[in-house]
């Protein structure tokens, strides 16, 4: 049982918006700063937004990060087939001291 | 640019001890920045903090793991390692290393770790 609580799975079509949610509580996200990852099949996980919504050199801008209160966001714009993959958000959790990972969230185009 | 490289036995016996080490290259070693980190995936699961280590020593570690593991730091290597001691069928994962500056910015592509009875 994660303490971050994510969707398992969502779905759009290519060209389409998803957004993926992440939702914790004050000791965590309320608090802390949020970060996404993507994990291709096979592959380790690729940072994607760190501190809620910045982007890392080399993430395209098609993917964004928010936050409010105890809930993160990570939007994907102009959907394409290389997006399926797991998402995962992150973050401290202040109570626990502890990092936290969110279950995971798995995107099919 | 860092570049980190998991290495250790692929196989562990039950109730012995994991070992695993991280090579880190191409940058600073020693930046205070930087939390050298270890996370794992058992299969087809999600991802699980196991803790961390500063550049200047101190640890956080996973509560649920806290009895059993131990990471240190070999800067004249440029390694550090992992210690999980009498694992179980529930440890095997791929283990990740990693690097915290803020977030994960640097990843290790990982090691399947299996644990057989």
């Known amino acids: 049982q994660s303490v971050l609580t994510q969707p398992p799975s969502v779905s759009a079509a290519p060209g389409q918006k998803v957004i993926i949610s992440c939702s914790g509580s004050?000791?965590?996200?309320?608090?802390?700063?949020v970060s996404w990852y993507q994990q291709l099949p096979g592959t380790a996980p690729k940072p994607l937004i760190y501190?809620?919504?910045k982007r890392p050199s080399g993430t395209p801008d098609r993917f964004s990060g928010s936050k409010s209160g105890t809930s993160a966001t990570l939007g994907i714009t102009g959907l394409q087939t290389g997006d399926e993959a797991d998402y995962y958000c992150?973050?401290?959790?202040?109570?626990?001291?502890?990092?936290?990972f969110g279950g995971g969230t798995k995107l099919t185009v | 640019q860092l570049h980190l490289q998991e290495s250790g036995p692929g196989l562990v016996k039950a109730s012995e001890t994991l070992s695993l080490t991280c090579t880190v290259s191409?940058?600073?070693?020693?930046?205070?920045?930087?939390?050298w980190s270890w996370i794992r995936q058992p299969p087809r699961k999600g991802l699980e903090w196991i803790g961390e280590?500063?550049?200047?020593?101190?640890?956080n570690y996973n509560s649920s793991l806290q009895s059993r593991v131990s990471i240190y730091v070999d800067t004249s290597k440029k390694q550090f390692s992992l210690r999980l001691s009498s694992v179980t069928a529930a440890d095997t994962a791929v283990y990740y290393c990693?690097?915290?500056?803020?977030?994960?910015?640097?990843w290790g592509q990982g090691t399947l770790v299996t644990v057989s009875s």
């Open positions: 990693a690097t915290h500056s803020g977030y994960y910015d640097y």
């Open positions: 191409g940058g600073s070693f020693s930046s205070n920045s930087y939390y």
């Open positions: 280590i500063s550049s200047t020593g101190s640890t």
């Open positions: 004050s000791s965590n996200i309320g608090n802390n700063y």
């Open positions: 501190d809620n919504d």
């Open positions: 992150v973050t401290w959790d202040s109570s626990l001291r502890a990092v936290v």
